[in-house]
């Protein structure tokens, strides 16, 4: 592995809908429909923060992101997590498009993206997701959409898989979303 690669993650995170992360601390499965909008939008807050430190742009270690890599992947997240739900409620059981996130980092050359533009973008790009969360009919909360490895969401476990990966990011950059 050359110096400047990523890792790639190869491990399925879904279990974290199911009991706590044991390295973010973050109980996804405790979020519950009604507090996804709200709760998206504070793991998101800090992000203009991060991506405006001067080292923003430094892999702190080697194999791992810079704080902009992983900004620029949670603005991303939101985009890909709204495509997901709007096509959960929209048709029955619908099958996702593979994601790979460190693909997607290569190609949309994270590491060379400017930190202050990744910063306005991610307000956004979760406040999109959010509003489409908060406006989720009651009777829509168990439908359900598959991963192309055969992982299946409803669209609350959805919310909570990808509530925990904000707040895991955030984490991972060394900070924290308000209790707010």
Known sequence: MAADEIVPDGKDWTWVVERPCPDCQFEAGAVTGDMLGA???RAVEPWPEVLHRPDARERKSPGVWSDLEYGAHVRDVCQVFDGRLRLML??????FENWDQDAAAVAGKYAE???LV?????GPNADALATRF???????WARTGRRSNGSTFTVL???QYCLHDLVHHLHDVGGQA???
């Open 39 to 41: 709760r998206i939008l």
């Open 90 to 95: 929209d048709q029955d059981d619908p099958p």
């Open 113 to 115: 993206q400017s930190p």
């Open 118 to 122: 990744v910063a306005a973008q991610i």
């Open 134 to 140: 908060d406006t989720v009919p009651d009777e829509s």
């Open 157 to 159: 476990t959805l919310g």
């Open 178 to 180: 308000s209790d707010g």
